[in-house]
């Protein structure tokens, strides 16, 4: 269920990213949003009132923080409100992914989750930077790291375990590095001559739901 999940969230963070980019509207990307975050909701809701591991309640816990931004996320967006809270909020969920990061590393010793949760991390860094502290500039390379991630950390490694296999670490490195080749020059662009795509409407975005602390 949580590779189901995670399918969806790669749906949710590829309409953000057309969203950062001016391609789809704050109310449309809004409701999705609703969708996608009532489900992370749910799911671990039921799995922390039946854990009987910490484990199991250390991976819903992830699962959860990430639902109610997504709702939070599509209440901005269908009521109009500013979104300074949400990208406030953003920075905790960085601060919180980097952890699962290291747990995945330390405690599982599952370097592929690792370095998915570090991606997520960068990426809701990025979303603070731009929501929180109004750095409009940087709001089209967000948008198509978004648009990356939504396939690389999510569609992808999401259908690969619902086919009942695993992500190897190799692979989840190899896109990193793609990732960076990818936007580089658009990055050296922005930060050379300041330009940027201010999408219209409001400027929200929503985090991936996290692989659970073990997939």
Do not use: H
């Amino acid at each position: 269920m949580s590779s189901v999940g995670l399918l969806f969230v790669g749906a949710a963070l590829f309409v953000n990213g057309l969203l950062f980019l001016g391609q789809v509207d704050a109310k449309t990307a809004g409701v999705f949003n609703l969708f996608v975050g009532a489900l992370q909701v749910a799911i671990p809701f039921y799995a922390i009132a039946t854990a009987d591991d910490p484990d199991q309640v250390l991976a819903a816990a992830g699962v959860f923080m990430f639902g109610f931004t997504y709702l939070y996320v599509g209440i901005n967006n269908l009521a109009g409100y500013e979104g300074t809270g949400l990208g406030w909020y953003s920075a905790w969920v960085a601060l919180m992914a980097a952890g699962f990061a290291v747990v995945n590393a330390v405690r599982f010793d599952d370097v592929a989750s690792a370095l998915l949760w570090a991606q997520w991390s960068v990426l809701w860094a990025a979303f603070f930077v731009v929501i929180a502290l109004g750095k409009a500039r940087w709001t089209a390379l967000v948008g198509w790291l978004t648009l990356i991630m939504a396939f690389t950390t999510c569609t992808i490694p999401a259908f690969v375990y619902l086919l009942g296999e695993t992500v190897p670490a190799w692979a989840v490195g190899l896109s990193i590095v793609a990732t960076v080749l990818a936007l580089a020059p658009l990055a050296l662009r922005t930060a050379k001559d300041g330009g940027s795509i201010t999408p219209a409407g409001v400027v929200t975005t929503s985090p991936p739901e996290s692989v659970v602390a073990r997939s």
